[in-house]
């Protein structure tokens, strides 16, 4: 049943590739058209943890090597480290480094 429904949603995809400099509004399109993308470009995970289903700590200590330096625990702000600890269920109390401290350790787990 998916496999089909992702033929129709692929005609209008032709249209951005054989028009002319189309594809600059293909992320309007995507913006209005929320199901226009064939499955294969849904994300799993991003609809896992949508729905609140749990994250294991490996699925994200896999992604978290993907992300650049700016995004590590290191050089991440204040507000978003006190955001990370409430997430994980970690009481945001003290400093910054034993906050980056908890959380290291919190996933490690």
């Known amino acids: 049943m998916g496999t089909i429904a992702d033929i129709f949603r692929l005609v209008p995809f032709a249209v951005f590739i054989i028009v002319p400099f189309m594809e600059f509004l293909l992320p309007v399109f995507l913006k209005l058209f929320l199901n226009m993308l064939p499955s294969s470009f849904q994300d799993k995970m991003k609809e896992q943890v949508r729905t609140g289903a749990p994250v294991f700590n490996g699925e994200i200590l896999s992604f978290a090597k993907l992300f650049n330096d700016e995004l590590t625990l290191d050089n991440i702000s204040r507000p978003r480290l006190i955001n990370m600890c409430k997430y994980?269920?970690?009481?945001?109390?003290?400093?910054d480094n034993c906050l980056r401290f908890m959380l290291r350790r919190k996933l490690q787990r």
């Open 88 to 95: 994980r269920g970690i009481p945001p109390i003290g400093t």
